[in-house]
Nanobody, 111 residues
Framework: QVPLVESGGGLVEPGESLKLTCTAS????????IRWYRQAPGKQREWVAT???????YYSDSVKDRFIVTRDNGKNMGFLQMNTLKPEDTATYLC?????WGQGTQVTVSS
C-alpha cells in the first residue's frame, strides 16, 4: 500500500491556480511535518514548502508569496495551494512525511 498519495495536478495556463492534496493512508497514524518537493525533467528534486506539526509554514524563494501550504491533522492530509502559476513551475510534485513518499502528481503550466 502506497503510504502517501498526491492528487490535484493538471494542465493550466500561466497565472492560473491549482490545489494539490497529499493524503496519508490509514496506516499512517503519526502526525509528521509535511514537505512538498517538485522535480522537473532533467533537473534535481527541489524542495518547495514545509508545514510542521505546529502549522508553521516555510517556503522556497521561488514560490514564496504565490504558494500556500496547509494541513488537516484530523485527516492526516496536506495541501499546497499554488497561485499565479508560471511555466517554470512545471514539474512532478511529491509530498513527503518522515521517510514516506508519494508517487507524485504532474503539474504543467503552459499557454
Amino acid at each position: 500500500q502506497v503510504p502517501l498519495v498526491e492528487s490535484g495536478g493538471g494542465l493550466v495556463e500561466p497565472g492560473e491556480s491549482l490545489k494539490l492534496t497529499c493524503t496519508a493512508s490509514r496506516s499512517v497514524r503519526t502526525i509528521y511535518n509535511i514537505r512538498w518537493y517538485r522535480q522537473a525533467p532533467g533537473k534535481q528534486r527541489e524542495w518547495v514548502a514545509t508545514i510542521d506539526t505546529d502549522d508553521r509554514a516555510y517556503y522556497s524563494d521561488s514560490v514564496k508569496d504565490r504558494f500556500i501550504v496547509t494541513r488537516d491533522n484530523g485527516k492526516n492530509m496536506g495541501f499546497l495551494q499554488m497561485n499565479t502559476l508560471k511555466p517554470e513551475d512545471t514539474a512532478t510534485y511529491l509530498c513527503n512525511m518522515h521517510d514516506m513518499w508519494g508517487q507524485g502528481t504532474q503539474v504543467t503550466v503552459s499557454s
